[in-house]
């Protein structure tokens, strides 16, 4: 049996821009990518902590230590800039395997979106 898992988690980050005019996505600075095992592309569930927002999106790489965290297109509208939220990932894993199995959780300077 296979279950599904929290894989990564960037937890509390801080909203820096939202561009209702691009055609979808979040923008994510490429050290939090890295750092919390997330790739280009990738579907990402997002909880805004300010007015609890739910909704899922993908994935696209930010200008590396800029700290960037850009919602893009529809998800613009579920967010505010200086909104703080959590960005998740999940992953499909033997049931055996999920018992053991680590995520990358991370936990980054709510101020500056820089990792500590």
């Given at each position: 049996m296979m279950i599904q898992v929290i894989k990564s988690k960037l937890h509390r980050v801080t909203v820096?821009?939202?561009?209702?005019?691009?055609?979808?996505?979040?923008?994510?600075?490429?050290?939090?990518?890295?750092?919390?095992?997330l790739i280009e592309g990738e579907k990402v569930h997002i909880v805004n902590n300010n007015n609890g927002e739910r909704f899922e999106t993908y994935v696209i790489k930010g200008v590396r230590g800029s700290g960037t965290i850009c919602l893009n297109g529809a998800a613009a509208r579920k967010v505010q800039p200086g909104d703080v939220v959590i960005i998740m990932s999940y992953a499909l894993v033997d049931f055996e395997e999920a018992k053991t199995f680590k995520p990358a959780i991370v936990f980054p300077d709510t101020a500056t979106n820089k990792l500590v």
């Amino acid at each position: 049996m296979m279950i599904q898992v929290i894989k990564s988690k960037l937890h509390r980050v801080t909203v820096t821009e939202a561009n209702l005019q691009y055609i979808g996505s979040v923008t994510i600075d490429e050290n939090l990518m890295d750092a919390a095992n997330l790739i280009e592309g990738e579907k990402v569930h997002i909880v805004n902590n300010n007015n609890g927002e739910r909704f899922e999106t993908y994935v696209i790489k930010g200008v590396r230590g800029s700290g960037t965290i850009c919602l893009n297109g529809a998800a613009a509208r579920k967010v505010q800039p200086g909104d703080v939220v959590i960005i998740m990932s999940y992953a499909l894993v033997d049931f055996e395997e999920a018992k053991t199995f680590k995520p990358a959780i991370v936990f980054p300077d709510t101020a500056t979106n820089k990792l500590v």
